[in-house]
C-alpha cells in the first residue's frame, strides 16, 4: 500500500495463526456459527477510530447473526498490545481486530509477538483517514513551504503532537522533518483523537 502516503488507515482481521476462517467455521455447522460470543479488539482508547469503527460493525454483526458482540479496548504500544492479545487467541473465527497502519509499522520499532501478516487474515478494508497538518493560530505560517522554513530557521526549538510514537501522525511528520532537514522532537499526546499539529 506505498500509495497510501500519509494516511492512516483501519481494516478488520481475523486472528488466524494456526488455520483460516473458513476451516475454522467448517467445525462447527454453517447453522451454528457463531455459537458464542465474538470479540472485537479495539486496539486504542475508546472513541478512538478503531473504537467507534469496532462498534459500528459489532451493532451490525450482532443483529445479524442474533449473537452477543463485544468491543474490548486495550491500548498501548501504537496497538501492538491489544493486537498481540488477538494474535494469542485460539484461531476460531471468534476474535477479531480493528487494526491500523500500526499493525505494519510497530515491528520496524519493536519485537512484537505475532507476525502482522502471517497470523491474521484480512477480512475487509474499512476506511482510509487523512492526516491533517494544523498549527495554532499564533503560528504566523499560511502554508507547508512557510511552515518548512520555520522550521530549517529554528532548529530544535519547535515540538509537536501526534497521537503516539510509531502512529502514522507521527510517522508523517517524521518525514515533515525529513524534508525540513529539521530537530523538532516530539510530544506523543495521550489519545489518538487529534490531528498532528507542529
Known sequence: MKHWKGFAFAAVAAVMAQGSLPDARAAESAAAYPSKPIRIMAPFSAGSMTDRLG?????????DWNQTVIVENRTGANGGIGTAAVAA????GYTFAVITSGHIINPNFAAVPYDPIKDFTPIIFLTANPNLLVVHPSVDVKNVAELIKLIKDNPGKLTYATSGAGGSSHITTEHLKYVAVSTSSTCPIA????????
Open 55 to 63: 462498534r459500528i460493525i459489532s451493532t451490525h454483526m450482532a443483529a
Open 89 to 92: 487467541s485460539a484461531p476460531d
Open 191 to 198: 489519545a489518538a483523537r487529534w490531528p498532528s499539529p507542529i
